[in-house]
């Protein structure tokens, strides 16, 4: 093992040396821009774990896992630009399990402040930091299209917009999802987003059905399985008054897995102030904090626990306590999880979970110092006693860990290091059931370091 391990070092050792030569060409006129590679990336990691899993998959990193002992990855990405309106970027990964493979890939066509685009990507909804609870770039990118705003559009006394849509094609399903954003003023911003996760083949004129959720939950070829979620975002640039702090945001998002609305037919009833709510909520909730050489992050999510904001819509139900739904689409015969390839794509904490999250960063003239702790639980609709299962103790993983970047010139050094603890593992190889093994506990390192050169 080892010997093939320095020969996959050596080899992509090699490709990278050959890729930096290769994109020292750039190619330039008046009307494009042509670089065949903007920066090459040699990283490896050396996983240290006794855990029963086959892989490690490393979180909001587009679906990249790790297998124990070592794994090195070789990544370089290019772009290029025509008359300032067409603009394309690809990112390839090497390693010795999946060889070479096209990791991202996009074309897009830029006119005023709106563009299209298509591709192989991922997308991130809403302002979680650590996750996302609707869309993330936890699991692999897949083939999409996209339209939105390049900069808000303002209408006259009423404040700024953004809008996002897109419709992509993951492995075992298709997803619709779009995003709207209110700015009344600089400082305050609302949203609503939505997804959609469906298999028929429908018309573009059938969108809009399908968008409002009217036939939601009832049978026939509109039954599908959506997400929604509101989100408010204070920004605080009046820090600045208050040093040392020079900006910040506060943010919070309202999700649910399932809706009850006075538009939909199987409900047709005006619920609480909006006329409609959440079934099985989640939220996240987040602060950042900026000096001039330091940030501060935290950031709590959860999709376990009911709590409904505007209106109770689960009193007298069986599970009006816990909800063990988040992730599953239900539509189909079978249960398929929201997952690209073996990893979530909305929060990567999973289903009946709650995440915290904390980071410190640092900066000392170039070079940053990023240390960060996490805690995540799995299982807790189990773990309350819920009338799913018996009354467990679930699953609890505690992360801490740094990273330095050290840049020199055209070249960046960094160094990361993680310790995972694992309390009450989860022996079910499935993604979201939840089976906590009591009393099994085990540390879990991971050791990292890359080096990246930007042209």
Avoid: C
Wanted: charged share 20%; proline share 5%.
């Amino acid at each position: 093992m080892r010997n093939t391990f320095v020969k996959i070092f050596l080899i992509l050792l090699s490709l990278f040396t050959a890729s930096i030569g290769f994109s020292q060409s750039v190619f330039k006129s008046d009307w494009y821009t042509i670089n065949p590679v903007n920066s090459v990336a040699l990283r490896t990691y050396y996983l240290d774990s006794k855990y029963p899993r086959v892989r490690y998959f490393l979180n909001n990193s587009d679906g990249e896992y790790l297998e124990k002992r070592f794994t090195p990855f070789l990544s370089a990405d290019g772009s290029a630009q025509f008359f300032s309106k067409l603009y394309f970027n690809y990112r390839f990964n090497i390693n010795h399990t999946e060889g070479i493979l096209l990791k991202k890939a996009t074309a897009k066509l830029q006119l005023g402040s709106v563009s299209f685009e298509v591709g192989k990507q991922n997308v991130w909804l809403g302002h979680g930091y650590h996750g996302s609870l609707l869309l993330s770039n936890n699991a692999e990118p897949y083939p999409l299209i996209k339209f939105q705003t390049e900069k808000p559009f303002r209408i006259p006394y009423i404040g700024k917009f953004t809008y996002l849509m897109m419709n992509g094609w993951p492995k075992d399903f298709k997803i619709f999802a779009h995003r709207f954003t209110y700015l009344p003023v600089s400082w305050f911003e609302f949203g609503i987003t939505q997804t959609v996760v469906y298999k028929a083949n429908y018309k573009i004129w059938e969108f809009p059905k399908i968008i409002s959720a009217s036939q939601e939950n009832l049978p026939g070829r509109f039954n599908n399985d959506q997400r929604a979620s509101l989100d408010v975002a204070f920004y605080l640039p009046f820090l600045k008054n208050f040093p040392p702090f020079e900006n910040g945001k506060i943010y919070f998002e309202y999700a649910g897995e399932d809706l009850e609305a006075w538009w939909q037919k199987e409900d047709n009833v005006w619920v609480g102030p909006l006329g409609f709510e959440f079934y099985d909520p989640g939220m996240t909730a987040g602060l950042h904090l900026a000096a001039e050489n330091t940030e501060l992050r935290i950031e709590y999510s959860q999709n376990y626990k009911i709590i409904n904001l505007f209106h109770q819509v689960h009193t007298g139900k069986s599970y009006q306590l816990y909800t063990k739904k988040w992730y599953l689409s239900r539509q189909f015969d079978t249960f398929i999880p929201f997952a690209n390839y073996g990893s979530n794509m909305g929060h990567h904490m999973g289903s009946e979970a709650d995440d915290l999250y904390f980071e410190v960063i640092q900066k000392f003239n170039n070079k940053r110092l990023k240390i960060f702790f996490d805690i995540e639980r799995h299982g807790l609709a189990s773990g309350k006693g819920s009338v799913y299962t018996e009354n467990v103790s679930p699953e609890k993983v505690y992360q801490s860990g740094l990273e330095i970047i050290y840049p020199v010139k055209n070249i960046s050094v960094s160094f990361i290091f993680m310790w995972n603890y694992y309390k009450n593992i989860d022996l079910d190889p499935s993604l979201l059931r939840i089976v906590p093994s009591q009393k099994l506990s085990l540390n879990e390192y991971i050791t990292g370091f890359s080096v990246r050169y930007d042209f």
